[in-house]
């Protein structure tokens, strides 16, 4: 590649930071973009530095849209194969685990919606080491989260439950420092047995094709990719691909499972008709009849002696 930089040759520290920035140009076109390759020229006042932001804004921008790139690809596979999942344990756990993958998140928990309330049904905490629900075989103690407090009212201080009511996806930055309102006692009670550090969070509804909300997925802690710091979630196009994906796989699953039930049902209420149709058809034989007229004068003779 050929680079033309409209400043005035000098030696030594310039050209120097020249190279560097054209060793940069070239890492974004390669795909190898890094913010570290041009740290400390981005903060410089003169012609470098406002060049060193150019070519890294440029250079971010094409790392997330390869990045975007990438998981869309992978997004479309693993759509397919929760379509085609047939162990409902493990379609549940294969979106949690997927969707932590894409966010870079260290947590995730995994809610159904039954009764008006949020059940958990998957756990997971990668410093932690924990694996609750699904196929891990480890059962999850925690109490579901109510859509609804006693006297009715709607349930909106859980983040959880706030979600699946207004149909809203909800980021927070840091549960310990917000301002949104949200009551996070559960979550600095869990922090507190453990020694973990709840910091930001990403609650997304799944719908059904209906728009009926049939779960909450919940992710903790997203983590710098470079660095492993803890930062915000951002807004994830191939993330909601993700989402909607496993959405319809989700309520394709409940659909299938209630049409089961319903068939089981049906063939029981069947099977008892049909039984209380043969059990009239024998009682009102002649021969059956007279087997009862016969019992009948059997126990007046033995009550007679």
Known sequence: MVYFLNMPFQ??????????????VDAVDEGKYSSDLLSDLIDQKDEIGQLARVIDTMGRGVAFRDRQLYLLRKVIPVGVSLSAEKDFNRLLETLVVEAQSMTNADAGTLYLLEDN????????????????????GNEISFSPVR???????????NIASYA???????????????SAGFDFSGTKSFDQRTGYRSKS???????????????????INAKDANTGEIVNFSSDDVLEAL????????????REEKLRAEIAKLRIEIDEKRRALQVAEITDTSYFKTLQDKARELRSQHKGE
């Open 11 to 24: 030696p030594g520290k310039r050209i120097v930071s020249i190279s560097r920035i054209m060793k940069a």
């Open 117 to 136: 309330a949020l059940k958990f049904v998957i756990l997971r905490n990668t410093s932690l080491g924990l694996a609750m629900g699904g196929t891990s």
């Open 147 to 157: 859509l609804y407090n006693e006297d009715g009212s709607e349930n909106r201080a």
């Open 164 to 178: 699946a009511l207004a149909h809203q996806k909800v980021m927070i930055g840091d549960a310990y420092e917000t």
């Open 201 to 219: 969070f990403l609650t997304i509804p799944l719908e059904s094709k209906e728009k009926k909300v049939i779960g909450v997925l919940q992710l």
């Open 243 to 254: 989402v909607l994906l496993a959405s319809a796989a989700l309520d394709g699953y409940i």
